[in-house]
């Protein structure tokens, strides 16, 4: 049915446009944490830095980024949220155009524990970002660099460098956490449905990939299963895309998805 296509079609769409206007406020976060630290850097930049002035900037800085780590996964928390609230769209909509109705109740304890190890990948990546900020003012105050070359270095570790790039693994927690939280909730929600809907299936979709798309996750391209079984993605068995349970290498920055099906659908 064409309508039951495009109910999915809006669903993925809506999701979509959550992930980049999410992906969009995380990068603010981390754009206004590097100006938080730059200007407090460019103090110190203009002389030298005795012991009192180094802990005094080590203080000023830990306490920035406790803020911003906060910021930011308050931010993912409620991104989170609605991802999860996407997932289960995806399979009431098309349902609900066949005449089903698809009132099931989703335990949150599962989302709980999903904010909670997506979390820690930001926990993870603002730690980062401080120990090598401490790192760089330590060798500053040894006498091993300049307070110039101090500031310009932690500049580039917050934003893109010689350490690491922090927006860009940012953006990517953000997707993939997002795009997991998404799965999880519309295979919970097939679940439910299939005890319902004789016959119902998932499918997978590969949405296409601006640099290098996965060979496999592009195989795996319309093809379907029953909703109770993994698909088989290049001989790894996954029952959505980036299962958690997956190698990560199958999962970090997948954008494919996977969609109710069911044959009279057409």
């Known amino acids: 049915m064409a309508k039951v296509t495009q109910t999915i079609k809006n669903a993925l769409k809506a999701k979509d446009r959550d992930i980049i206007s999410g992906t969009e406020s995380m990068l603010r976060i981390l754009e206004d944490l590097h100006g938080q630290v730059q200007a407090e850097l460019g103090k110190a930049a203009l002389g030298t830095w005795d012991a009192h002035h180094l802990k005094q900037t080590l203080n000023s800085l830990e306490s920035q980024i406790a803020v911003y780590s906060g910021k930011a996964s308050t931010e993912l928390a409620g991104l989170l949220d ?33 904010k909670e190890y997506s979390s820690g990948y930001l926990e993870s990546l603002f730690s980062d970002a401080w120990y ?85 996750h592009l195989a795996m391209h319309g093809k379907h299963v029953p909703v109770s079984e993994p698909f088989m993605v290049g001989g790894i068995p996954m029952m959505f895309p980036r299962d958690p349970a997956a190698p990560i290498a199958e999962t970090i920055n997948c954008g494919c998805d996977h969609v109710p099906y069911h044959a009279n659908w057409q």
């Open 82 to 114: 609605r991802a999860w609230d996407h997932g289960k769209a995806l399979v009431d909509a098309p349902l609900a155009v066949n005449g089903i109705y698809t009132g099931y109740h989703l335990p949150t304890s599962l989302l709980d524990s999903l």
């Open 132 to 216: 090598k900020i401490k790192g760089e003012l330590t060798l500053g105050i040894v006498g091993n660099k300049t307070p110039q070359e101090v500031a310009k270095a932690i500049g580039e570790s917050i934003d893109s460098g010689r350490f690491a790039d922090i927006s860009r693994r940012a953006e990517a927690i953000t997707q993939t956490e997002m795009g997991r939280i998404f799965s999880e909730a519309a295979q919970l929600r097939m679940d439910l449905a299939s005890e319902y809907v004789p016959g119902l299936e998932k499918q997978w979709i590969h949405a296409g990939h601006p640099a290098k798309p996965r060979p496999a």
